[in-house]
């Protein structure tokens, strides 16, 4: 009773706000101002402010939404989400061979935007024998592996299509005929004892 009595006080007081003139170290309210108006206030950016959103179609067709963030891989988001094991393969170059990668269809309208390989190089090697070893005969005009896809703002809205595999070159247990959902294990060796 005594607090609402006191409200009523205090309201009926009908104070006016109190005005800073002065901050810490003598820095005026009114420079301060004068600052944001020239410049507008500071923003810090968010995780949300470099998401971007690529619409994925697994070996079955149906569509994902997969939301990665700006300076990651395609195949990291991937990983992320969920997508089976088997979906997913060694990168075959010799200091990378750690990455994880997949086989992605991705539309031409977006070629422009994808990193240039030099096939002579260490690079352009590995890449050559994953399709010559892993891709094989389902290689298209639009193959692309996940792991070269750095995700930035010019993907966003991209849809890209998994592409298969014959991922039994790398591991017998991987011998199956076209079956991509199953939980068996990636890869049990590095890929320079596989091939060496």
Not at 22 to 51: C, I, M, N, W, Y
Not at 105 to 112: G, H, I
Not at 115 to 126: L, Y
Not at 187 to 194: A, L, Q, R
Request: glycine share 8%; aromatic share 12%.
């Amino acid at each position: 009773m005594a607090l609402r009595a006191l409200g009523r006080q205090l309201r009926s007081l009908n104070l006016a706000p109190v005005v800073q003139t002065s901050r810490f170290f003598g820095a005026s309210a009114h420079h301060e101002e004068e600052h944001e108006e020239e410049h507008g206030p500071a923003q810090t950016p968010t995780v949300f402010d470099k998401l971007v959103e690529v619409t994925v179609v697994d070996m079955n067709g149906v569509l994902h939404k997969v939301r990665g963030i700006a300076g990651q891989t395609l195949s990291q988001a991937l990983v992320e989400y969920g997508f089976p094991e088997t979906y997913f393969f060694p990168n075959m170059g010799f200091y990378t061979q750690h990455i994880v990668d997949a086989h992605v269809f991705v539309p031409k309208e977006y070629w422009p935007k994808m990193p240039n390989i030099d096939p002579d190089s260490d690079e352009g090697f590995a890449v050559k024998r994953m399709f010559r070893d892993i891709v094989q005969d389902f290689q298209r005009d639009t193959s692309y592996f996940a792991s070269y896809i750095t995700l930035g703002p010019e993907f966003n809205g991209m849809t890209v299509g998994i592409g298969p595999i014959k991922p039994w070159c790398l591991h017998t247990e991987w011998a199956f005929a076209g079956v991509h959902d199953s939980k068996a294990k990636q890869f049990d060796k590095p890929t320079v004892e596989i091939w060496g």
